[in-house]
């Protein structure tokens, strides 16, 4: 089902479709992780660094990249684009060298 929804302010009409039944839990789901990935942000770099596995951490350091930035950018990745799957697998962090 589509909803037009219209703004009085400039009278322009923004079209969406409602979240039915698996897109409603999606959402849900997708919401509820943002709004974890915000506290982090909120608590601090050592709070985003004690939440990201200890090996791509290391791994990150040790090649110059800021590990807090580009775990808060992976889990924003994970997050919209994966549709909330988590895309750093055991099997990854097993392959990498330290």
Same mark, same amino acid.
């Given at each position: 089902m589509t909803v037009a929804l219209?703004?009085?302010d400039?009278? *322009?009409?923004?079209y969406a479709?409602?979240? *039915?039944d698996e897109s409603i839990a999606l959402g849900i789901d997708l919401t509820k992780q943002l709004g974890e990935i915000d506290e982090l942000v909120r608590q601090g770099q050592e709070a985003v660094l004690a939440a990201m596995p200890a090996k791509l951490r290391d791994w990150m350091t040790s090649r110059g990249h800021d590990p807090a930035a580009s775990?808060?950018?992976?889990?924003?990745?994970?997050?919209?684009?994966n549709r909330g799957h988590v895309s750093v697998t055991e099997e990854m962090l097993a392959q990498l060298k330290v």
């Open positions: 219209r703004d009085p400039s009278g *322009a009409t923004y479709c409602m979240a *039915a775990w808060i950018e992976q889990r924003f990745t994970d997050i919209i684009l």
